[in-house]
Protein backbone atom coordinates (compact mmCIF):
# COMPACT_ATOMS: atom_id res chain seq x y z
CA UNK A 1 0.00 0.00 0.00
CA UNK A 2 1.37 3.21 -0.69
CA UNK A 3 2.40 6.19 1.54
CA UNK A 4 -0.48 8.66 2.08
CA UNK A 5 -0.04 11.96 1.10
CA UNK A 6 0.51 14.23 4.08
CA UNK A 7 -1.16 17.25 3.31
CA UNK A 8 -4.18 15.26 3.60
CA UNK A 9 -6.28 16.59 6.21
CA UNK A 10 -9.33 14.60 7.87
CA UNK A 11 -12.18 15.44 10.47
CA UNK A 12 -13.19 12.80 12.61
CA UNK A 13 -16.36 13.27 14.50
CA UNK A 14 -17.73 11.27 17.41
CA UNK A 15 -19.41 11.77 20.98
CA UNK A 16 -17.02 9.06 22.61
CA UNK A 17 -13.83 10.41 23.41
CA UNK A 18 -11.94 6.51 23.13
CA UNK A 19 -13.09 6.32 19.83
CA UNK A 20 -11.65 9.48 18.53
CA UNK A 21 -8.35 8.90 20.36
CA UNK A 22 -8.11 5.60 18.63
CA UNK A 23 -9.10 6.92 15.10
CA UNK A 24 -6.55 9.89 15.47
CA UNK A 25 -3.68 8.40 16.85
CA UNK A 26 -4.05 5.03 13.96
CA UNK A 27 -4.67 7.48 11.34
CA UNK A 28 -1.85 10.40 12.82
CA UNK A 29 -0.18 7.32 12.23
CA UNK A 30 -0.42 6.87 8.63
CA UNK A 31 0.58 10.71 8.13
CA UNK A 32 -2.94 11.82 7.83
CA UNK A 33 -3.89 15.29 9.25
CA UNK A 34 -6.44 14.84 11.64
CA UNK A 35 -8.85 17.08 13.12
CA UNK A 36 -11.33 15.37 16.05
CA UNK A 37 -14.44 17.06 17.55
CA UNK A 38 -17.34 15.30 19.59
CA UNK A 39 -20.47 17.41 18.08
CA UNK A 40 -22.32 17.82 14.43
CA UNK A 41 -22.15 22.05 15.08
CA UNK A 42 -18.94 21.72 15.90
CA UNK A 43 -18.32 19.12 12.89
CA UNK A 44 -19.99 21.59 10.72
CA UNK A 45 -17.81 24.66 12.18
CA UNK A 46 -14.59 23.46 11.45
CA UNK A 47 -15.63 21.79 8.23
CA UNK A 48 -16.44 25.87 7.07
CA UNK A 49 -13.73 27.00 8.72
CA UNK A 50 -11.55 24.71 7.29
CA UNK A 51 -12.59 22.22 4.42
CA UNK A 52 -11.28 18.73 5.21
CA UNK A 53 -10.59 16.20 1.97
CA UNK A 54 -12.65 13.63 3.92
CA UNK A 55 -15.08 13.35 7.43
CA UNK A 56 -15.65 10.13 9.09
CA UNK A 57 -18.80 10.77 10.76
CA UNK A 58 -20.66 9.09 13.72
CA UNK A 59 -24.46 8.50 13.11
CA UNK A 60 -25.56 8.34 16.66
CA UNK A 61 -24.94 12.00 18.56
CA UNK A 62 -27.08 13.98 20.80
CA UNK A 63 -28.46 17.25 19.53
CA UNK A 64 -27.78 15.97 15.88
CA UNK A 65 -27.09 13.06 14.40
CA UNK A 66 -24.91 12.08 11.51
CA UNK A 67 -27.39 11.92 9.42
CA UNK A 68 -28.48 15.55 9.68
CA UNK A 69 -24.66 16.97 10.11
CA UNK A 70 -24.10 15.04 6.21
CA UNK A 71 -27.20 16.55 5.01
CA UNK A 72 -26.14 20.43 6.15
CA UNK A 73 -23.01 20.11 4.83
CA UNK A 74 -24.00 18.68 1.84
CA UNK A 75 -26.41 22.12 1.79
CA UNK A 76 -23.34 24.45 2.12
CA UNK A 77 -21.37 25.60 -1.03
CA UNK A 78 -18.18 25.14 0.40
CA UNK A 79 -18.48 21.57 2.13
CA UNK A 80 -21.09 19.97 -0.36
CA UNK A 81 -18.03 18.27 -2.08
CA UNK A 82 -16.63 16.80 0.93
CA UNK A 83 -17.15 12.97 0.92
CA UNK A 84 -18.61 11.55 4.24
CA UNK A 85 -17.56 8.24 5.72
CA UNK A 86 -20.17 7.37 8.18
CA UNK A 87 -18.98 5.20 11.20
CA UNK A 88 -21.89 3.62 13.20
CA UNK A 89 -23.05 0.38 14.95
CA UNK A 90 -26.12 0.68 13.36
CA UNK A 91 -26.27 -2.46 11.15
CA UNK A 92 -29.80 -2.57 9.31
CA UNK A 93 -29.72 -2.18 5.68
CA UNK A 94 -32.45 1.00 6.23
CA UNK A 95 -29.77 2.68 8.54
CA UNK A 96 -27.05 2.34 5.49
CA UNK A 97 -29.56 3.75 2.66
CA UNK A 98 -30.38 6.79 4.96
CA UNK A 99 -26.72 7.29 5.62
CA UNK A 100 -26.25 7.38 1.86
CA UNK A 101 -29.33 9.66 0.94
CA UNK A 102 -27.94 11.51 2.69
CA UNK A 103 -24.99 12.11 0.78
CA UNK A 104 -22.61 9.50 2.42
CA UNK A 105 -20.36 8.16 -0.18
CA UNK A 106 -19.48 4.94 2.30
CA UNK A 107 -20.43 2.87 5.26
CA UNK A 108 -18.47 1.31 8.18
CA UNK A 109 -19.73 -0.71 10.77
CA UNK A 110 -18.51 -0.61 14.64
CA UNK A 111 -16.79 -2.32 16.21
CA UNK A 112 -14.68 -1.50 12.93
CA UNK A 113 -11.02 -2.97 12.16
CA UNK A 114 -8.88 -0.24 11.50
CA UNK A 115 -7.25 -1.82 8.05
CA UNK A 116 -10.89 -1.80 6.33
CA UNK A 117 -11.11 1.79 7.61
CA UNK A 118 -7.68 2.50 6.53
CA UNK A 119 -8.66 1.34 2.65
CA UNK A 120 -11.55 3.05 2.97
CA UNK A 121 -10.02 6.28 3.85
CA UNK A 122 -7.05 5.85 1.35
CA UNK A 123 -9.88 4.60 -1.09
CA UNK A 124 -11.92 8.09 -1.02
CA UNK A 125 -9.01 10.36 -1.06
CA UNK A 126 -7.64 8.42 -3.99
CA UNK A 127 -10.97 9.65 -5.00
CA UNK A 128 -11.47 12.72 -4.34
CA UNK A 129 -7.90 13.76 -5.78
CA UNK A 130 -8.96 11.87 -9.14
CA UNK A 131 -11.92 14.14 -8.99
CA UNK A 132 -9.75 17.12 -8.55
CA UNK A 133 -7.37 16.10 -11.28
CA UNK A 134 -10.24 15.96 -13.40
CA UNK A 135 -11.88 18.97 -12.69
CA UNK A 136 -8.04 20.79 -13.49
CA UNK A 137 -7.81 18.82 -16.40
CA UNK A 138 -11.29 19.95 -17.79
CA UNK A 139 -10.57 24.03 -17.30
CA UNK A 140 -6.62 23.13 -19.07
CA UNK A 141 -9.32 21.95 -21.86
CA UNK A 142 -11.65 24.49 -22.39
CA UNK A 143 -8.46 26.88 -21.71
CA UNK A 144 -7.50 25.18 -24.82
CA UNK A 145 -10.60 25.16 -26.20
CA UNK A 146 -11.12 29.09 -26.00
CA UNK A 147 -7.35 29.15 -27.51
CA UNK A 148 -8.43 27.30 -30.21
CA UNK A 149 -11.12 29.21 -31.16
CA UNK A 150 -9.49 31.86 -31.23
CA UNK A 151 -6.66 30.96 -33.51
CA UNK A 152 -9.18 29.33 -35.80
CA UNK A 153 -10.68 33.25 -36.23
CA UNK A 154 -7.07 34.30 -36.83
CA UNK A 155 -6.62 32.04 -39.54
CA UNK A 156 -9.58 32.50 -41.03
CA UNK A 157 -10.04 36.83 -40.99
CA UNK A 158 -9.13 38.02 -43.70
CA UNK A 159 -6.85 40.96 -42.57
CA UNK A 160 -6.60 44.34 -44.71
CA UNK A 161 -3.19 44.83 -44.45
CA UNK A 162 0.07 42.81 -42.75
CA UNK A 163 -0.20 45.64 -39.61
CA UNK A 164 -3.81 44.72 -38.83
CA UNK A 165 -2.74 40.89 -38.80
CA UNK A 166 0.11 41.31 -36.38
CA UNK A 167 -1.35 43.82 -34.03
CA UNK A 168 -4.52 40.71 -33.84
CA UNK A 169 -2.24 38.27 -33.51
CA UNK A 170 -0.15 39.73 -30.61
CA UNK A 171 -3.58 40.86 -29.07
CA UNK A 172 -4.96 37.30 -28.82
CA UNK A 173 -1.73 36.15 -27.82
CA UNK A 174 -0.97 38.02 -24.90
CA UNK A 175 -4.75 38.00 -23.86
CA UNK A 176 -4.95 33.87 -23.84
CA UNK A 177 -1.68 33.84 -22.54
CA UNK A 178 -1.82 36.30 -19.66
CA UNK A 179 1.29 38.43 -20.83
CA UNK A 180 1.92 41.69 -20.63
CA UNK A 181 4.03 42.31 -24.10
CA UNK A 182 4.34 40.48 -27.47
CA UNK A 183 6.56 40.99 -30.77
CA UNK A 184 7.07 39.81 -34.35
CA UNK A 185 10.48 40.02 -35.56
CA UNK A 186 12.41 39.39 -38.78
CA UNK A 187 15.67 37.82 -38.74
CA UNK A 188 17.94 38.57 -41.86
CA UNK A 189 22.10 36.91 -41.59
CA UNK A 190 22.76 37.86 -38.17
CA UNK A 191 20.55 41.00 -37.40
CA UNK A 192 16.90 41.05 -35.70
CA UNK A 193 14.37 43.98 -36.39
CA UNK A 194 11.15 44.30 -34.50
CA UNK A 195 7.99 44.28 -37.19
CA UNK A 196 5.33 44.67 -34.79
CA UNK A 197 5.12 44.99 -30.26
CA UNK A 198 2.58 45.11 -28.12
CA UNK A 199 2.20 47.66 -26.70
CA UNK A 200 3.17 49.52 -29.66
CA UNK A 201 6.69 51.21 -29.68
CA UNK A 202 8.39 53.52 -31.86
CA UNK A 203 10.84 52.25 -34.76
CA UNK A 204 8.74 49.25 -35.84
CA UNK A 205 8.87 48.55 -39.71
CA UNK A 206 5.77 46.61 -41.53
CA UNK A 207 6.62 43.98 -44.22
CA UNK A 208 7.73 44.74 -46.67
CA UNK A 209 10.21 47.31 -45.82
CA UNK A 210 13.63 47.68 -45.37
CA UNK A 211 15.74 46.81 -41.85
CA UNK A 212 15.66 50.16 -39.62
CA UNK A 213 18.19 49.76 -36.26
CA UNK A 214 18.85 46.15 -36.34
CA UNK A 215 20.23 44.39 -33.47
CA UNK A 216 22.50 42.29 -33.06
CA UNK A 217 20.85 38.65 -33.16
CA UNK A 218 23.00 37.14 -30.10
CA UNK A 219 21.95 40.45 -28.21
CA UNK A 220 18.28 39.17 -27.77
CA UNK A 221 16.31 36.35 -26.47
CA UNK A 222 15.22 35.46 -30.08
CA UNK A 223 18.77 34.28 -30.50
CA UNK A 224 18.13 31.36 -28.17
CA UNK A 225 14.87 30.02 -30.58
CA UNK A 226 17.54 30.45 -33.85
CA UNK A 227 19.79 28.03 -32.04
CA UNK A 228 17.36 25.90 -31.05
CA UNK A 229 15.77 25.94 -34.34
CA UNK A 230 12.13 25.88 -32.38
CA UNK A 231 10.39 26.69 -29.29
CA UNK A 232 12.03 28.29 -26.31
CA UNK A 233 10.74 29.43 -22.62
CA UNK A 234 12.11 30.87 -20.23
CA UNK A 235 9.59 30.86 -17.17
CA UNK A 236 12.10 33.08 -15.38
CA UNK A 237 14.66 34.71 -17.46
CA UNK A 238 17.17 35.35 -14.52
CA UNK A 239 18.29 31.40 -15.12
CA UNK A 240 20.04 33.06 -18.37
CA UNK A 241 20.45 36.46 -17.69
CA UNK A 242 21.38 36.35 -14.07
CA UNK A 243 21.82 40.14 -13.78
CA UNK A 244 18.18 40.44 -14.49
CA UNK A 245 18.84 43.36 -17.49
CA UNK A 246 17.05 43.87 -20.57
CA UNK A 247 18.79 42.65 -23.84
CA UNK A 248 21.05 45.51 -25.20
CA UNK A 249 18.97 48.12 -26.83
CA UNK A 250 15.89 46.52 -25.27
CA UNK A 251 13.86 48.57 -23.72
CA UNK A 252 11.69 45.92 -21.76
CA UNK A 253 13.03 44.37 -18.84
CA UNK A 254 11.99 40.59 -19.53
CA UNK A 255 11.30 38.19 -16.54
CA UNK A 256 9.45 35.72 -18.67
CA UNK A 257 9.68 34.74 -22.11
CA UNK A 258 8.31 32.77 -25.25
CA UNK A 259 9.49 32.43 -28.61
CA UNK A 260 9.17 30.34 -31.85
CA UNK A 261 10.57 30.67 -34.92
CA UNK A 262 8.46 31.57 -38.13
CA UNK A 263 8.94 29.53 -40.76
CA UNK A 264 8.46 30.29 -44.47
CA UNK A 265 9.41 28.34 -47.48
CA UNK A 266 11.74 26.53 -45.26
CA UNK A 267 13.87 28.98 -43.55
CA UNK A 268 13.09 31.17 -40.69
CA UNK A 269 11.85 34.55 -41.83
CA UNK A 270 11.52 35.76 -37.58
CA UNK A 271 10.18 34.81 -34.37
CA UNK A 272 6.87 35.34 -32.65
CA UNK A 273 7.16 36.15 -28.71
CA UNK A 274 5.51 36.96 -25.87
CA UNK A 275 7.08 38.10 -22.95
CA UNK A 276 6.00 39.76 -19.52
CA UNK A 277 8.13 42.20 -16.73
CA UNK A 278 6.96 39.35 -14.41
CA UNK A 279 8.66 36.07 -13.88
CA UNK A 280 6.03 33.16 -13.52
CA UNK A 281 5.41 30.69 -11.10
CA UNK A 282 5.28 27.71 -13.42
CA UNK A 283 6.79 26.78 -16.14
CA UNK A 284 4.47 27.29 -20.11
CA UNK A 285 2.57 24.55 -20.25
CA UNK A 286 2.19 22.41 -23.22
CA UNK A 287 -0.80 23.61 -24.57
CA UNK A 288 0.32 27.02 -24.46
CA UNK A 289 3.31 26.62 -26.12
CA UNK A 290 1.40 24.71 -28.98
CA UNK A 291 -0.78 27.61 -29.23
CA UNK A 292 2.46 29.78 -29.57
CA UNK A 293 3.30 27.43 -32.47
CA UNK A 294 0.18 26.86 -34.27
CA UNK A 295 0.15 31.18 -34.40
CA UNK A 296 3.74 30.88 -35.42
CA UNK A 297 2.88 28.98 -38.54
CA UNK A 298 -0.67 30.81 -39.11
CA UNK A 299 1.39 33.58 -39.44
CA UNK A 300 4.08 31.89 -41.91
CA UNK A 301 1.46 30.90 -44.07
CA UNK A 302 0.13 34.39 -44.25
CA UNK A 303 3.89 36.03 -44.64
CA UNK A 304 4.75 33.49 -47.48
CA UNK A 305 1.55 33.89 -49.46
CA UNK A 306 2.34 37.87 -49.35
CA UNK A 307 5.63 37.51 -50.57
CA UNK A 308 3.82 35.11 -53.64
CA UNK A 309 1.09 36.44 -56.06
CA UNK A 310 -1.01 38.64 -54.72
CA UNK A 311 -3.79 37.15 -56.24
CA UNK A 312 -2.86 33.23 -55.71
CA UNK A 313 -2.35 34.33 -51.81
CA UNK A 314 -6.31 35.43 -51.84
CA UNK A 315 -6.93 32.21 -53.73
CA UNK A 316 -5.41 30.06 -51.68
CA UNK A 317 -6.50 31.82 -48.25
CA UNK A 318 -10.36 32.15 -49.91
CA UNK A 319 -9.50 27.83 -50.46
CA UNK A 320 -8.70 27.36 -47.34
CA UNK A 321 -11.28 29.04 -45.26
CA UNK A 322 -14.15 27.86 -47.54
CA UNK A 323 -12.92 24.34 -46.95
CA UNK A 324 -12.81 24.84 -42.66
CA UNK A 325 -16.57 26.60 -43.28
CA UNK A 326 -17.44 23.82 -45.30
CA UNK A 327 -16.24 20.97 -42.80
CA UNK A 328 -17.86 23.06 -39.94
CA UNK A 329 -20.71 22.92 -41.71
CA UNK A 330 -20.83 19.58 -42.62
CA UNK A 331 -20.88 18.65 -38.92
CA UNK A 332 -23.13 20.91 -37.95
CA UNK A 333 -25.77 19.16 -40.34
CA UNK A 334 -25.35 15.69 -40.16
CA UNK A 335 -24.19 13.12 -37.23
CA UNK A 336 -20.72 12.62 -36.76
CA UNK A 337 -20.39 9.49 -38.00
CA UNK A 338 -22.23 10.34 -41.35
CA UNK A 339 -20.07 13.22 -42.10
CA UNK A 340 -17.07 11.18 -41.93
CA UNK A 341 -18.06 8.42 -44.01
CA UNK A 342 -19.28 11.05 -46.38
CA UNK A 343 -15.47 12.74 -46.19
CA UNK A 344 -13.61 9.67 -46.67
CA UNK A 345 -15.74 8.31 -49.71
CA UNK A 346 -18.12 10.51 -52.28
CA UNK A 347 -20.61 7.62 -51.96
CA UNK A 348 -24.28 7.24 -51.76
CA UNK A 349 -25.20 6.58 -47.52
CA UNK A 350 -28.04 4.80 -46.82
CA UNK A 351 -29.26 1.74 -44.59
CA UNK A 352 -31.74 0.11 -43.18
CA UNK A 353 -32.32 -0.48 -39.68
CA UNK A 354 -34.58 -3.39 -38.47
CA UNK A 355 -35.15 -2.00 -35.19
CA UNK A 356 -35.82 1.95 -33.73
CA UNK A 357 -38.11 3.70 -31.78
CA UNK A 358 -38.78 7.48 -33.34
CA UNK A 359 -40.10 10.51 -30.73
CA UNK A 360 -42.22 13.35 -32.44
CA UNK A 361 -42.76 16.21 -30.54
CA UNK A 362 -45.01 19.06 -31.24
CA UNK A 363 -46.01 22.39 -29.18
CA UNK A 364 -50.03 22.62 -28.88
CA UNK A 365 -51.48 25.37 -30.83
CA UNK A 366 -47.76 26.82 -31.97
CA UNK A 367 -49.99 29.18 -33.82
CA UNK A 368 -51.93 30.62 -31.54
CA UNK A 369 -49.20 30.81 -28.41
CA UNK A 370 -47.31 32.15 -31.50
CA UNK A 371 -49.91 35.19 -32.40
CA UNK A 372 -48.40 37.52 -30.37
CA UNK A 373 -44.99 37.84 -31.41
CA UNK A 374 -43.11 39.30 -33.89
CA UNK A 375 -41.35 37.09 -36.55
CA UNK A 376 -38.10 37.58 -34.73
CA UNK A 377 -39.45 36.53 -31.61
CA UNK A 378 -41.29 33.84 -33.08
CA UNK A 379 -37.83 32.66 -34.61
CA UNK A 380 -35.91 33.02 -31.64
CA UNK A 381 -38.56 31.24 -29.52
CA UNK A 382 -37.96 27.83 -32.32
CA UNK A 383 -34.34 28.42 -31.62
CA UNK A 384 -34.67 28.00 -27.52
CA UNK A 385 -37.22 25.30 -28.08
CA UNK A 386 -35.24 23.49 -30.22
CA UNK A 387 -32.00 24.25 -28.20
CA UNK A 388 -33.71 22.81 -25.02
CA UNK A 389 -34.71 19.70 -26.72
CA UNK A 390 -31.32 19.03 -27.85
CA UNK A 391 -29.87 19.42 -24.64
CA UNK A 392 -32.41 16.61 -22.99
CA UNK A 393 -31.11 14.85 -26.58
CA UNK A 394 -28.17 14.56 -26.00
CA UNK A 395 -28.17 13.61 -22.43
CA UNK A 396 -29.44 10.70 -23.78
CA UNK A 397 -27.05 9.91 -26.29
CA UNK A 398 -29.69 10.10 -29.05
CA UNK A 399 -29.84 11.60 -32.26
CA UNK A 400 -32.47 14.99 -33.14
CA UNK A 401 -32.89 14.07 -37.47
CA UNK A 402 -34.69 17.14 -38.04
CA UNK A 403 -37.50 19.80 -37.29
CA UNK A 404 -40.29 21.60 -39.09
CA UNK A 405 -41.93 24.17 -37.92
CA UNK A 406 -42.36 23.62 -34.18
CA UNK A 407 -42.03 19.66 -34.59
CA UNK A 408 -39.37 17.75 -34.06
CA UNK A 409 -38.02 14.93 -34.40
CA UNK A 410 -35.61 12.32 -32.17
CA UNK A 411 -34.80 8.84 -33.00
CA UNK A 412 -33.07 6.12 -30.99
CA UNK A 413 -30.85 3.54 -32.76
CA UNK A 414 -29.64 5.25 -35.57
CA UNK A 415 -26.81 6.21 -37.25
CA UNK A 416 -25.72 3.90 -34.69
CA UNK A 417 -27.51 0.72 -33.29
CA UNK A 418 -28.60 0.18 -29.98
CA UNK A 419 -30.33 -2.26 -28.13
CA UNK A 420 -31.97 -0.08 -25.27
CA UNK A 421 -33.38 2.71 -28.49
CA UNK A 422 -36.62 1.49 -27.02
CA UNK A 423 -35.88 2.65 -23.64
CA UNK A 424 -33.60 5.75 -24.57
CA UNK A 425 -36.72 7.42 -26.11
CA UNK A 426 -38.69 6.82 -23.42
CA UNK A 427 -36.44 7.93 -20.85
CA UNK A 428 -36.13 11.38 -23.09
CA UNK A 429 -40.48 11.85 -23.68
CA UNK A 430 -40.55 11.12 -19.74
CA UNK A 431 -38.03 13.98 -19.08
CA UNK A 432 -40.02 16.40 -21.21
CA UNK A 433 -42.80 15.63 -19.80
CA UNK A 434 -41.64 16.48 -16.56
CA UNK A 435 -39.38 19.17 -17.63
CA UNK A 436 -41.90 20.98 -19.97
CA UNK A 437 -43.28 23.13 -17.12
CA UNK A 438 -39.91 25.06 -16.08
CA UNK A 439 -39.44 25.60 -20.06
CA UNK A 440 -40.18 29.54 -20.23
CA UNK A 441 -38.39 30.92 -23.52
CA UNK A 442 -37.25 35.07 -23.13
CA UNK A 443 -39.14 36.16 -25.74
CA UNK A 444 -42.26 35.56 -23.68
CA UNK A 445 -41.04 38.10 -21.09
CA UNK A 446 -42.07 40.97 -23.49
CA UNK A 447 -45.47 39.84 -24.85
CA UNK A 448 -48.39 38.98 -23.22
CA UNK A 449 -49.27 34.89 -23.80
CA UNK A 450 -51.67 32.71 -22.46
CA UNK A 451 -51.14 29.32 -20.41
CA UNK A 452 -48.82 26.70 -20.31
CA UNK A 453 -46.45 25.63 -23.35
CA UNK A 454 -47.52 22.23 -23.97
CA UNK A 455 -46.42 19.38 -25.62
CA UNK A 456 -47.83 16.31 -27.96
CA UNK A 457 -45.76 13.62 -28.31
CA UNK A 458 -46.03 9.95 -30.21
CA UNK A 459 -43.91 7.54 -30.22
CA UNK A 460 -43.21 4.12 -32.45
CA UNK A 461 -40.92 0.78 -32.48
CA UNK A 462 -40.19 -0.61 -36.05
CA UNK A 463 -37.73 -0.33 -39.12
CA UNK A 464 -36.83 2.35 -40.54
CA UNK A 465 -34.58 3.65 -43.20
CA UNK A 466 -31.83 6.26 -43.12
CA UNK A 467 -29.56 8.16 -45.92
CA UNK A 468 -28.15 11.28 -46.86
CA UNK A 469 -30.33 13.16 -49.58
CA UNK A 470 -29.78 16.10 -51.59
CA UNK A 471 -26.68 17.05 -53.91
CA UNK A 472 -25.87 20.81 -53.87
CA UNK A 473 -27.03 20.17 -49.92
CA UNK A 474 -26.53 17.40 -47.98
CA UNK A 475 -29.58 16.53 -46.05
CA UNK A 476 -29.59 13.61 -43.30
CA UNK A 477 -33.35 12.00 -42.61
CA UNK A 478 -34.96 8.96 -42.30
CA UNK A 479 -38.32 7.29 -43.75
CA UNK A 480 -40.38 4.19 -43.21
CA UNK A 481 -44.00 3.31 -41.51
CA UNK A 482 -41.83 4.18 -38.02
CA UNK A 483 -41.76 7.43 -38.50
CA UNK A 484 -45.97 7.54 -40.41
CA UNK A 485 -46.77 5.89 -37.40
CA UNK A 486 -45.53 8.12 -34.57
CA UNK A 487 -46.67 10.91 -36.96
CA UNK A 488 -50.52 9.90 -36.08
CA UNK A 489 -49.69 9.46 -32.49
CA UNK A 490 -48.31 12.49 -31.97
CA UNK A 491 -50.73 14.53 -34.07
CA UNK A 492 -53.97 12.40 -31.90
CA UNK A 493 -52.30 13.27 -28.49
CA UNK A 494 -53.51 14.76 -25.64
CA UNK A 495 -51.62 17.96 -24.66
CA UNK A 496 -48.44 16.58 -22.24
CA UNK A 497 -48.75 13.11 -22.91
CA UNK A 498 -47.07 10.23 -24.66
CA UNK A 499 -49.11 8.05 -26.92
CA UNK A 500 -47.30 4.95 -28.08
CA UNK A 501 -47.53 2.07 -30.71
CA UNK A 502 -48.71 -1.17 -29.49
CA UNK A 503 -45.27 -2.24 -30.99
CA UNK A 504 -43.59 -0.17 -28.30
CA UNK A 505 -45.98 -1.09 -25.56
CA UNK A 506 -44.80 -5.08 -26.19
CA UNK A 507 -41.19 -3.85 -26.44
CA UNK A 508 -41.03 -1.94 -23.07
CA UNK A 509 -44.13 -3.59 -21.01
CA UNK A 510 -41.15 -4.76 -18.42
CA UNK A 511 -39.88 -1.63 -17.81
CA UNK A 512 -42.31 0.84 -17.95
CA UNK A 513 -46.31 1.63 -16.96
CA UNK A 514 -48.97 1.94 -19.93
CA UNK A 515 -52.70 2.20 -19.91
CA UNK A 516 -54.55 1.70 -23.13
CA UNK A 517 -56.33 4.55 -25.38
CA UNK A 518 -58.36 4.85 -27.72
CA UNK A 519 -57.57 4.19 -31.10
CA UNK A 520 -56.23 6.46 -33.66
CA UNK A 521 -59.50 7.97 -36.22
CA UNK A 522 -58.36 7.68 -39.09
CA UNK A 523 -55.55 5.57 -39.60
CA UNK A 524 -55.45 1.90 -40.16
CA UNK A 525 -53.89 1.13 -37.10
CA UNK A 526 -54.73 -2.82 -36.14
CA UNK A 527 -53.89 -2.54 -32.33
CA UNK A 528 -54.40 -0.44 -30.27
CA UNK A 529 -52.56 2.69 -28.80
CA UNK A 530 -51.31 3.34 -25.53
CA UNK A 531 -50.57 6.59 -22.89
CA UNK A 532 -46.60 6.00 -21.39
CA UNK A 533 -47.41 6.80 -17.52
CA UNK A 534 -43.95 6.05 -16.23
CA UNK A 535 -41.03 4.36 -15.37
CA UNK A 536 -41.55 1.25 -13.63
CA UNK A 537 -39.46 1.13 -9.93
CA UNK A 538 -39.59 4.80 -9.53
Known sequence: MGQPDLQKNIIIVDDTPANLRLLSAMLGEQGYRVRSVTNGAMAINAAQAKPPDLILLDINMPKMNGYEVCRRLKAIEGTADIPV????ALDDVQDKITAFQAGGVDYVTKPFHFEEVLVRVRNQLALRQAQAELAQKSVILESFSDALRALHRLTTTDYESFPARFQDYLTTGCGLLQLS??????????????????PERAGEQIVPGDLSFPVSLSETYCY?????????SYPDTTVVNPTGDAPPRDQWPFHTYLGTPIWVNGTIYGTLFFADEVAREQPFVTHEVELVELMAQSLGRAIAGYQSNEDR???????????????KLLLNILPQKIARRLKRAQESIAEHFPMVTVLIINVVNFSELAHPLSATQRVQFLNEWFAWLDQRVE???????????????????????RGDHGEAIA???LVIQHEIRDFKPHCFEHVSTQGQIQVQMGMHTGEAIAGIIGSNGFHYDIWGEAINTAAW???????????VSEQTQTHLAEQYHFTPCDPIPGHNLTKTPYWLM?????
Not at 85 to 88: T, W
Not at 181 to 192: E, V
Not at 224 to 232: C, F, P, R
Open 85 to 88: IFLS
Open 181 to 198: RGGISKIQADYYTLLKTF
Open 224 to 232: GVILAQGTV
Open 313 to 327: RRAELAFRLEKRKSE
Open 395 to 417: RFGLEAIKSRGDRYLAVGGVPVA
Open 427 to 429: DLA
Open 489 to 499: LETTAEPNKIQ
Open 534 to 538: GKKGI
